[in-house]
């Protein structure tokens, strides 16, 4: 895979110059990518969100519909991964620096013209800084801020779809077809952190009795799914639906910046 595709919509690639004269700052989102770099089981890089927003990026933005524009925003790459302290190759940041490093971007971006901003997150972990972030931002300086939803994906057992959420059959799939080099699929292994209809201690973020888990709780490989299961052809299929998704989803933030003609 050649990537990025959206190497002409960086925002860091441009002069001063070019950056003020673009012409559709008004309703164009800059997109910011969060990631994080964390223990992705004995299989997978570490960097597997913070490459995945990449990946992301690069084939969304290949199928942008006519009429739809975007800017890319530097990523950040690191994220507030504590959940999964005591696994080698974990980094992180806390909670306030994640809040603080989207807060510096908005508010950057919006000095120099842009009116949106929309955020693709690959990692669970950062959500709940997030959503309060984006409101924030809307609050401070008035830019459209919302995050990309990402599609859900078919052909999952109930099981994956329920309780793969860390290195199983989508994420592992998902990197042999974007970066196989990096992997290493003999060393996959299937280990679920709960049962279904018993969800122990993994709890949804909302649920009201949350148990603040940490991976070395509920999993020994730090695989959270079935990673066995995973093939570089699934993961092309799921890629390109993904990427479908998230164009649209862009497109539609294009659609909700531009001014209303009036009634
Ligand atoms: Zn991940």
Redesign the pocket.
């Known amino acids: 895979m050649t990537f990025p595709s959206y190497r002409d919509r960086y925002l860091p690639a441009m002069t001063p110059r070019r950056i003020e004269a673009l012409p559709d700052k008004e309703w164009a989102p800059v997109i910011l990518a969060t990631g ?1 770099i ?1 223990q ?1 089981g004995p299989h997978l890089p570490v960097a ?2 913070a490459l ?1 927003g990449q990946v992301w990026l690069s084939l969304a933005i290949a199928r942008l519909p006519a009429g739809a524009s975007c800017y890319v925003a530097p990523p950040i790459t690191i994220g507030k991964s504590n959940e999964h302290t005591g696994f080698p190759g974990t980094l992180m940041i806390s909670r306030d620096t994640l809040r603080s490093q989207i807060l510096a971007v908005a508010r950057q971006v919006h000095a120099w013209g842009f009116r949106s901003l929309a955020v693709i997150n ?2 669970g972990g950062n959500v709940p800084v997030l959503i309060p972030t984006l409101r924030e931002i809307r609050a401070l300086y008035g830019l459209r801020a919302g995050v990309l939803p990402s599609r859900p994906v078919p052909d999952l057992s109930e099981h994956e779809a329920t309780f793969g959420i ?2 199983g059959e989508l ?1 592992t799939s998902w990197v042999m077809a974007a970066a196989l080099q990096h992997t290493d699929p003999a060393r996959a292994v299937c280990e679920y952190p709960a049962k279904l209809g018993d969800p122990g201690e993994v709890r949804p973020v909302a649920a009201p009795a949350l148990v603040a888990w940490i991976s070395r709780d509920i999993s020994k490989s730090g695989v959270m799914g079935d990673a066995t299961a995973a093939t570089a052809e699934k993961g092309r299929r799921w890629l390109e639906l993904g990427a479908e998704g998230y164009a649209e989803a862009i497109a539609e933030a294009c659609r909700a910046g531009r001014p209303q003609p009036p009634p």
Do not use: C, L, P
């Open positions: 994080a964390e992705h597997v969100d995945m690959t990692h860390h290195a994420e």
